[in-house]
């Protein structure tokens, strides 16, 4: 049996901020291919379980491609932290933020009607920051944030956010983006 190329992602985790938001991320930290004869899931599965012994907070991921298709499977290193973004690590793109004022007109029937013109953009640098988890610390003014990575996008509303107390609803809202080709909804993402 010909052997099987493994490629080994090693993640640590660090934090950026814009516009006040401190969004936790990963970055990429090194690149490794090994190849492994035998079964390939079982040689991954081995090196995770290696790589649990390694010292310090991080994410680990191994792809396994082999003629029957392609697996990836990861491993936090530490505690897990905050709300899953996306089920493997994905580049970070930009982050987006919807502060509360933007809102306040933008309410209808308990759904959050937001324009692209209501969103902060602010582009991350670099290839090696990727999002995967993550706890957010924002200030009271900040109530969406929008995590724009390679792998899609992710709403996510910040939970001290009180649609009660801004608008007199009782129900959360939803967000809606309208005015471009993307619609945004609160599938997929979940408040942290």
Known sequence: MPGIVLKIRRFMRDSLSFGGLRLHVLRLREVEERQVSGDPLD???GILEEESKAPGPGYVVVEVQS???KSIMGE???????SLLFP???RLRRVGIVRVDALSSR???GIVRLKESDIEWFNVEGEDVYVFDSPLEAPENIAYVIVDAEDGRRYVRVQRFSTQKLYGQPQPPQAELTGSNEAASSEGSSPS
Request: aromatic fraction near 0%; avoid cysteine; charge should be positive.
């Open 107 to 109: 309410v209808e029937s």
């Open 88 to 90: 493997k690590p994905s």
């Open 67 to 69: 003629g029957r298709g």
């Open 43 to 45: 040689a991954a599965l």
């Open 76 to 82: 936090v290193l530490g505690e897990s932290r905050g």
